[in-house]
């Protein structure tokens, strides 16, 4: 089975530009999540999605937004790109079969975002 | 606040030298605690979930152990294969939202 497929798997942007990312759940997974990774940290949460609702929602400025479509796929979209939003963007997604939060999400191999 | 601690930041093993990783958490309310692999340039790869203390979980020459505090992550005999960045993460509300650590870089050298 596919896993989590993300496009492209890199960018490259000038500073004030617009970008979309595309993410592409495993078969049957309804939630998909979104998080940025910066060299040398963890993944931090940016949003999350359920059945084309957003969930929840990260220390992230407004510039972030998202959405997910009929078919579970979402897209991140960044407006008015700085510098600091360099960085690898990964999708994951989990089956959420019931609430309680304790299902494993399962990542991308993720967007690599340059902005110069 | 909710809270993931790795340590240590980094770790250089020589092949076959056993050791292990610690991951300490703050979260009100354990829905588990999930463990990841993940290589340069690529996603984070699903280890293991423990989900209440005492409870331990074995992939190869991993095992992973989790208490009230604290979660371990040993690695046994480790070949140059297990080099990777290993992070720990705990979902910190019912949606699943993930707490990440700032993860160990461990390096085997042959």
């Known amino acids: 089975d596919a896993g989590v497929t993300q496009s492209p798997t890199h960018l490259i942007k000038t500073r004030g530009q617009h970008v979309t990312l595309r993410c592409s759940p495993i078969?049957?997974?309804?939630?998909v999540s979104w998080y940025q990774q910066v060299l040398g940290q963890g993944p931090q949460f940016i949003f999350q999605y359920y059945e084309k609702e957003e969930r929840g929602r990260g220390n992230f400025p407004d510039r972030f937004s998202a959405r997910q479509f009929p078919n579970y796929s979402s897209e991140l979209n960044v407006n008015a790109l700085l510098l600091g939003d360099s960085a690898l963007y990964l999708c994951?997604?989990?089956?959420?079969?019931?609430?309680?939060?304790?299902?494993?999400?399962?990542f991308g191999d993720g967007t690599r975002l340059s902005i110069l | 606040e909710d809270q993931v601690t790795q340590s240590p930041e980094a770790l250089r093993l020589q092949e076959g030298e056993s050791s292990s990783l610690n991951c300490s958490y703050t979260v009100s309310g354990l829905r588990g605690l999930f463990w990841y692999r993940q290589d340069p340039g690529k996603g984070p790869e699903f280890l293991f979930t423990?989900?209440?203390a005492g409870e331990e979980k074995e992939k190869e020459r991993l095992k992973a152990t989790l208490t009230k505090k604290e979660s371990f992550l040993h690695i046994t005999a480790p070949k140059p294969e297990d080099s990777a960045t290993y992070l720990c993460a705990v979902p910190t509300d019912s949606w699943g939202k993930l707490q990440f650590g700032a993860g160990t870089q461990v390096v085997v050298t042959p």
């Open positions: 994951a997604s989990s089956p959420f079969e019931s609430a309680g939060g304790n299902q494993p999400q399962h």
């Open positions: 078969s049957g997974h309804k939630s």
């Open positions: 423990l989900y209440s």
